[in-house]
């Protein structure tokens, strides 16, 4: 049975953004993404992390050190009971140092090939489903696939509002509470 998500940027959206998260003790929840995931977990949408990790492609940092981050993440989720139905990133960068990493993809956000796999594995359902971020790329996904968007205002939430101008998504939040709020008062009633 397929059902829709609720895609969620990892850094400046549901985590401090670090610029470059590499060690997982750097890790920090916003204080209301445990509420706001809770909230989510109300509805019947997955919930699934979906990250641009360029580091990889800098040679900033390996997949083990994103797989770290990503395994703390999910130890502080499982404490406060709650789990994401999948974590997909993307390691790759067009000016990437690393070689293997260093091309054009189809899973660099707002390209839309994180969705695609995770609609493939997860079978899900992209019309309708949300995408929740604070910057233009994770915006970029809705048109792709038909996706509701909403932007935060934590990480570079301000900054990407104020760029946006009159292409505003549907909904702007201060945080990721907000959101989990606007998106579970649409979907009771759907």
Known sequence: ????????????TLVRDRHYLAAPQDLELYPDSIAALRLLRRTKLALVLVSN???????????????AV?????????????SLD?????PHHPEGRV???????????PAPGLLDRAARD?????PGSWIVGDKADDLGL???RGLRAVLVRTGHGLATEAALGEDAPEHVADGILGAARWILEREVGA
């Open 1 to 12: 049975m397929s059902r829709r998500a609720v895609f969620l940027d990892r850094d400046g």
């Open 53 to 67: 990790q360029s580091g990889v492609a800098r040679g900033l940092f390996d997949e083990a050190a994103v797989a």
């Open 70 to 82: 990503h395994a703390r993440l999910a130890r502080l989720l499982a404490g406060a009971g709650l």
């Open 86 to 90: 999948g974590i997909y990133y993307c």
């Open 99 to 109: 070689g293997a990493y260093r091309r054009r993809c189809d899973c660099r956000k």
């Open 122 to 126: 997860l079978g899900l359902v992209l």
């Open 142 to 144: 809705a048109p792709v």
